[in-house]
């Protein structure tokens, strides 16, 4: 593969992925795919109620064996998290419900057989006495006086209530001349990766050692967790995450099966494992987004956003899950509302609701799609208060680059880049001037054009200052990475990231073939497995590219370093007087190859410079100076037709320009932007997790949670603007959420522009056919 | 226990089976055929597509017992198949994959596509796909895989109209 970016050629490069290939030919191997002999399947018995008193468990009769549940393991600690905030009320999680349940999917019992038949078999015979208490279902009813109460202890639904102000408020709201209050919701989602959840367990006796398959977005941190809730010390478990079938967030908490399968497992002495499927995927895993914003903006009636007061709701769902909890989401949420805009005021109170749902945890874009629906909204419905163009609103109050690095007003460090800039590109991608032309002239089939404009930050790459002050009680802020050369030349990366679906086993290889001019062909990069690789965070957060990047770099550079140095003795030349080119360290008048280096570095020590230790190989860790994080950043423009009779909206066109900074690899940063705005077109479309009143979950199938699918979503246009940060190797920003921010903002001020003409008018995700109809008909006067 | 004898990647098979066992369970869990992949196990998303007698089946939703007889081809049968090796260097050449998860039952609904269509145009390629769920590509890069799969596979193709080029494998 050839490059061009750059004299080493690896940074920018295009190159195809390293890891498609087993993938191709159906050779990859995913949790499902690992057996040991003796394997148990297990089969957990589930709450069908949202809340309620459990007072005894029926295990049938000869099969007790087979059956476990809470009394069979008093030992277990409970695996709630949470901020290391006073404020932030716990309730113990324990992975089998004891007194009682608080959401339909809780796990009361596990049953084991040797196939998932019969451990469904026996778990449909045990019978698990629930009193029924009210449930708790909506998000902002729950913390009226009067509501019913999920936890005992408890004073009200809340896990905890924050504000998040700065600026004076009360005199911006004085003296605006404009005010506008709005409110809009962002309901509940699955994260729906493709290969739902798993773990399998068994013990390792030559080893002395729990041996956990699992799939997860980071095989370090879930040892930690699973052996804190264990009571195992960390050298008796060794956590391997194989092919992961994608998490987007969905894979990065600690969650009750997977402590119960390794409970079960050590108690019996048998392999056991689980294997989600999509039911329990739907109702019993990490849900996420359901936001509910009540905000008023302040501006002049040029259109000038002055400041920004506003409530909001986050349904965290019934449990607070380790290690960071629900109140991230809050947080990020308040000060994310300003989004790329100046203001000169800020004031949202938070609360993050306990209700009776499965709870909350991180999903692509974390809080930053309610947040920029929220804003993007609003902006919207204030340019139409005021009758402007809602691009030029965005234009007179975005951050201009001769501003940057800018601290909003939600107290984020905007580093760097061009805001304006990528909302004129998206301007001129779709032609609003040719759209505004259309809509004048009307469609011919009845359906109504409109169109839609979002700018959203996504920072990544934030180190130890910014988890610090969200008070997180694991600090992500480094990765690390090893450089190991082996005899013949080739190399090895060992790091503490989780590839699933990301292409880092490719673009990792391709920043040390810069640093080391080795062929990427020639480096393997190896993770997910506690044993192999020094200690490492995951992959979330938009994190990967900055730190397991940087320690990669790091790591590579120090181990070109010593490879000079000892190609610098084999030539008995100065080390100043070195470099490396095409796998070989060159002199003036010669060059030695980095295999005959490697081969002197591990098993030729005489060629060695004297007294320098053998092998080539360095660890690394790396956190940026700034660690308050890069922002990306970028503009969505989205063009819609909608059917005011069937509320049917299509996608006609959707252009974004974005700006990551330096791209290792653009055919992956691409792929990762189609693939977010995917997410974000199924958020704001199709995706929704309903619960009716008494806390039942109404979208338990594909048949009734609506994936985006190959037919409804457009071929996406992508402009890249390249402002490469300053104070990352190489210039990079992280990239991985940005793609889900902006489209249900994009996309419903599209379907709101479409429909302005009949006053319809939508406050919440997913824009239905029914919700889409519904508001035409309550616009038009019609019954619905 | 039933006995099942089947052709599975063009060798006889006999296998003793659970008269309620789905075809995926079969594959993957006796015959150790992991490449057959389940994402929802009711039928939506494609994942653990095979074909049956060369005609593409959801394997989450055929008991086994249904395919005694029959001819199954898997994920795993089609290494040396020149057809499904053309669509796999355009999946990789497209990046028309990430976790990878639902790519082996896109490969075969993508050779399916093709069969019938010859050189399909986006349109077509989208609506056939609809029954195969990708969560991480958006689809653009296996749409374009299949389209440039199809023109180096049926270049005779384009210049006719499609319905001729159709026809059920």
């Known amino acids: ?784 | 226990m039933t006995a099942l004898t089947f052709t599975l990647n063009g060798e006889e098979t006999t296998e003793a089976v659970e008269p309620r066992e789905i075809l995926a369970d079969v594959l993957r869990d006796r015959l150790r055929l992991t490449g057959t992949h389940l994402g929802c196990e009711h039928g939506a998303c494609g994942a653990c597509t095979v074909t049956i007698d060369g005609v593409p089946a959801r394997s989450c939703i055929v008991l086994a017992v249904m395919c005694d007889g029959k001819s199954v081809e898997t994920i795993e049968g089609t290494r040396d198949d020149a057809a499904m090796n053309v669509i796999r260097r355009h999946f990789h050449e497209q990046h028309a994959l990430q976790c990878g998860f639902c790519t082996p039952g896109m490969l075969m609904a993508a050779r399916d596509i093709i069969a019938r269509h010859g050189q399909p145009d986006e349109a077509t390629v989208r609506r056939e796909l609809s029954g195969q769920v990708c969560r991480c590509t958006g689809y653009m890069g296996i749409v374009a895989a299949i389209r440039s799969a199809a023109a180096e596979l049926h270049p005779e193709a384009a210049a006719r109209p499609m319905h001729t080029v159709s026809s059920l494998a």
């Not at chain 1, 809780?106 to 084991?112: G, K, L």
């Open chain 1, 1 to 784: 593969m050839s490059a061009d970016a750059d004299p080493n050629g690896w940074i920018g490069a295009r190159l195809l992925r390293k890891e498609d290939a087993r993938h191709l030919i159906g050779a990859s191997t995913f949790t499902a795919d690992v057996r040991v002999p003796g394997l148990m399947e297990v089969a957990f018995v589930r709450s069908q109620f949202a809340h309620g008193t459990l007072s005894g468990i029926e295990k049938p009769e000869g099969l007790e064996a087979r059956v476990f549940s809470a009394a069979d393991f008093p030992d277990l600690k409970s695996i709630d998290g949470g901020p290391e905030l006073p404020s932030f009320r716990t309730a113990p999680y324990h992975a089998f419900a004891r007194e009682k349940v608080h959401f339909v999917g809780q796990i009361i019992a596990a049953c084991i057989a040797p196939t998932r038949g019969k451990a469904e078999d026996i778990a449909d015979q045990v019978f698990a006495d629930i009193d029924a208490l009210p449930a708790v279902v909506d998000t902002v009813e729950a913390l009226k006086p009067g509501a019913a109460i999920l936890h005992d202890g408890f004073a009200d639904n809340a896990f905890i209530h924050a504000t998040v102000s700065e600026g004076d408020i009360e005199a911006v709201a004085a003296t605006a001349p404009v005010s506008m209050r709005r409110t809009f919701r962002m309901n509940r989602q699955a994260t729906v990766p493709l290969e739902g959840r798993g773990v399998l367990a068994y013990w390792d006796h030559r080893l002395d050692e729990l041996v956990v398959y699992l799939s997860t977005q980071g095989a370090h941190m879930m040892r930690l967790g699973l052996c804190l809730a264990l009571g195992l010390p960390e050298h008796k478990m060794r956590v391997i995450a194989p092919d992961v079938g994608g998490g987007f967030g969905g894979k990065n908490r600690l969650m009750p099966e997977e402590v119960a399968i390794c409970a079960i497992a050590l108690k019996t002495g048998k392999p056991v494992r689980w294997i989600e499927d999509r039911r329990e995927h739907l109702i019993a895993s990490v849900h996420c987004r359901e936001h509910h914003y009540d905000i008023t903006l302040y501006a002049e009636r040029d259109g000038r956003i002055l400041g920004l007061k506003g409530e909001v709701h986050i349904d965290a769902g019934a449990y607070s899950l380790w290690p960071s909890g629900p109140f991230m989401e809050a947080s990020m949420a308040a000060r994310n509302l300003p989004g790329p805009y100046q203001m000169q005021a800020l004031h949202v109170e938070t609360h993050t609701v306990a209700t009776s749902k499965s709870p909350m945890g991180p999903y692509r874009g974390v809080a930053r799609p309610g947040a920029c629906f929220a804003i993007e909204r609003a902006v919207d419905e204030l340019a139409h208060e005021l009758g402007l163009e809602p691009a030029d609103v965005r234009r007179i109050n975005l951050v201009a680059s001769e501003q940057m690095p800018y601290r909003t007003i939600g107290g984020m460090r905007l580093d760097s880049g061009d805001y304006p800039k990528a909302l004129s590109i998206v301007r001129e991608m779709v032609d609003l001037a040719a759209l505004r032309r259309r809509q004048m002239e009307g469609e011919a089939d009845g359906r109504r054009i409109g169109v839609g404009f979002a700018v959203y930050t996504e920072q990544s790459g934030h180190g130890a200052a910014e988890w610090m002050k969200r008070k997180s009680r694991i600090v992500p802020g480094y990765e690390s990475a090893t450089a190991r050369m082996l005899p013949d030349g080739t190399m090895l990366l060992l790091v503490g990231i989780q590839n699933h679906g990301q292409g880092l086993e490719t673009t990792l290889a391709q920043i040390a073939a810069q640093e080391i001019t080795v062929d990427p062909a020639n480096i393997s990069v190896r993770y997910g497995d506690t044993a192999l690789t020094p200690f490492g965070f995951g992959t979330f957060a938009s994190r990967s590219i900055v730190f397991s990047g940087g320690a990669v770099a790091r790591a590579t550079r120090a181990l070109a370093d010593k490879a000079r140095r000892i190609g610098a003795h084999l030539m008995q030349i100065e080390f100043e007087q070195t470099h490396l080119a095409d796998g070989a360290v060159h002199g003036p008048a010669g060059k030695v190859s980095l295999a005959e280096i490697a081969r002197a570095a591990n098993v030729r020590q005489e060629f060695l410079p004297a007294g320098m230790p053998p092998l080539l190989e360095e660890t690394a860790t790396y956190e940026p100076e700034e660690s308050g994080g890069f922002f990306s950043y970028g503009a969505h423009a989205a063009v819609v037709a909608v059917d005011p009779e069937t509320g049917v909206t299509s996608i006609l066109d959707y252009a974004i320009a974005e700006d990551c900074g330096t791209m290792i690899n653009p055919m992956i940063v691409d792929g990762q932007i189609i693939g977010g705005v995917a997410q974000g077109i199924g958020t704001a479309l199709y995706e929704e997790m309903p619960y009716d009143e008494s806390g039942q979950p109404l979208a338990t199938t594909f048949g009734d949670y609506m994936l985006p699918c190959a037919p409804e979503l457009p071929a996406l246009r992508i402009h890249h603007l390249i402002t490469p940060a300053h104070g990352t190797e190489y210039g990079v920003k992280g990239m991985g959420e940005g793609g889900a921010i902006a489209p249900p903002a994009a996309i419903a001020n599209a379907v709101c522009d479409a429909l302005r003409d009949t006053g319809a008018r939508i406050w919440e995700t997913p824009l239905t056919p029914r919700r889409v109809s519904d508001a035409v008909a309550e616009a038009m006067g019609e019954p619905a």
